[in-house]
């Protein structure tokens, strides 16, 4: 048993880091990417701000704010797109007996991890510093729904990726999916913002929990009113045990 | 220690490829250097990714309790934009092996001027050799080898030396076209044809069933006039089954 978690934990790695090292092949210009996308990415946000300072709330740090709420749910939402092709579609990593199909989608999902962590913090500790924002009050706090949009976007990338195998149109509802979530999960907003006759129907969305989660361990002078890590946990667990039902179950069949 | 299906049923839709294997049976026992001998349209591709677990069969059973190669020389797994010994430590961490043992003994093939090389700047007679030395020097019990004559140019000598070094401590499984080949280094086979798998313990009965299989076709296509041109297109025939 061990020595199976061992050997997965090695396979993992491995399609981790030959992950990593295609990224060189995407970005003709190396890893030069790490730097070109953050800039591109401030630029944008620069020209965004000024539309959007009367949208966030007024004693939070405008750039801070968006940062905190775009980049996580960016992970989550790459993560989980990385985890439904891996298990949807046949990889050709797959012709290597000891790789499953769990392995390509986690190691999928760890590089998206890599690649919105590190655009998490070349954006965020300037960002915050400049804005007098720095340092985070609850640094556990941040990194814990990090942690847990990165899960949670593999288990319903396992789910989804499952359902897809057997009914390819799922790709569509994903994708109107994702588009809800940009706008429900917290992205661009707080909860304090929308009037509370409306919570109900938002607080049920563990990513908008996540969102606040991230603020709510960021800014001192911010704190969710519903933000609740174990909420979030339940949905992770439940999630992850039907994505991965559904995987082993899904594996016996035939791709399409 | 074998791998075994049992029953198996697959259908197999891959291209111009339409074939259907109902009820198939395939027994690799431990050690046992066995053939398989199949056309380019047998959909011999759907069945190594069943013994490599890469694909479900539609119904029946697969027992696998010994290690099996994935099928040598593929180049799928290569990055083109990484160095030969990059693609090789991803091979040494993927299997657990370690790294300098592993990348000192595919260098010490032939390929040690090769290695820092961009794989994309490197032939691809090089490319072939170095998936067929890669797979070749990792520890299985069980090798699919897809191609015999790999490097023929470059290294005279060294598919032959591998193959036979490889025969000494493990299991073959050669996917082949070529009769000839199939009876050098194998002595059971299973002949591929229209659904079915037929076994033989001896490889001149399976060289002549396989035979009257490939004659039939040319008999079909209607090119049976120019015996050379017919020799020719075998050929061709032989080099398409390249995976």
């Avoid at chain 1, 992205?187 to 990513?207: A, E, G």
Wanted: aromatic share 12%; charged share 20%.
């Amino acid at each position: 048993m061990l020595a199976d978690l061992r050997t997965q934990f090695n396979v993992i790695v491995a399609l981790t880091i030959r992950e990593l090292q295609s990224l060189q092949k995407s970005y003709n210009y190396g890893f030069a990417w790490a730097l070109l996308e953050p800039l591109m990415f401030i630029a944008v946000l620069r020209v965004a701000r000024s539309f959007l300072k009367g949208l966030t709330p007024g004693d939070l740090p405008p750039t801070t704010f968006i940062v905190l709420g775009i980049i996580p749910n960016y992970m989550f939402l790459n993560a989980m797109q990385a985890v439904m092709r891996a298990t949807g579609d046949q990889d050709k990593m797959l012709q290597f007996p000891r790789v499953t199909p769990v392995d390509v989608g986690i190691a999928s999902a760890l590089r998206a991890f890599c690649i919105y962590f590190v655009l998490f913090l070349v954006f965020v500790v300037p960002s915050s510093i400049i804005e007098k924002a720095w340092p985070p009050q609850n640094i556990l706090e941040v990194f814990f729904s990090l942690f847990s949009l990165l899960t949670f976007g593999i288990s319903l990338g396992f789910v989804f990726g499952s359902v897809r195998r057997v009914f390819p149109p799922i790709k569509q509802f994903v994708s109107y999916y994702s588009l809800a979530n940009r706008m429900i999960g917290g992205m661009m907003f707080v909860i304090t913002q929308i009037p509370s006759t409306y919570w109900p129907y938002l607080t049920w969305n563990p990513i908008l929990h996540c969102s606040e989660m991230t603020r709510d361990g960021w800014f001192v002078q911010y704190t969710s009113p519903i933000a609740s890590p174990s909420y979030v946990l339940e949905w992770i667990i439940g999630m992850l045990l039907l994505g991965l039902s559904l995987e082993r179950f899904v594996r016996r069949i035939p791709y399409i | 220690m074998t791998i075994e299906l049992q029953h198996v049923k697959k259908n197999v839709r891959a291209g111009a490829v339409r074939v259907t294997y109902d009820d198939l049976n395939i027994r690799l026992g431990d050690g046992a250097d066995v053939a398989f001998l199949a056309h380019s349209e047998a959909g011999i591709e759907s069945v190594l990714n069943l013994l490599c677990a890469a694909d479900a069969p539609d119904k029946g059973r697969i027992i696998r309790d010994h290690s099996i190669s994935w099928p040598i020389p593929s180049t799928q797994y290569i990055q083109r934009h990484l160095s030969l010994a990059a693609n090789a430590r991803f091979l040494a961490r993927l299997y657990e092996v370690d790294e300098k043992d592993y990348l000192a003994r595919i260098a010490e093939t032939g390929l040690d001027p090769f290695m820092n090389s961009r794989v994309d700047r490197v032939s691809g007679e090089i490319k072939t050799i170095f998936a067929f030395v890669a797979g070749v020097c990792l520890p299985f019990d069980r090798y699919i080898i897809t191609k015999t004559g790999v490097g023929k140019k470059a290294f005279p000598d060294l598919a032959d030396r591998l193959l036979e070094d490889l025969r000494a401590r493990a299991g073959l499984l050669l996917v082949t076209s070529q009769a000839k080949a199939a009876a050098k280094y194998c002595d059971q086979a299973y002949v591929f044809d229209q659904g079915t798998a037929t076994f033989y313990d001896d490889m001149e009965a399976a060289t002549e069933h396989f035979n009257s299989i490939q004659s039939k076709d040319k008999d079909k296509e209607g090119g049976a006039e120019d015996e050379e041109e017919d020799d020719d297109s075998d050929l061709q025939n032989m080099m398409a089954l390249d995976f």
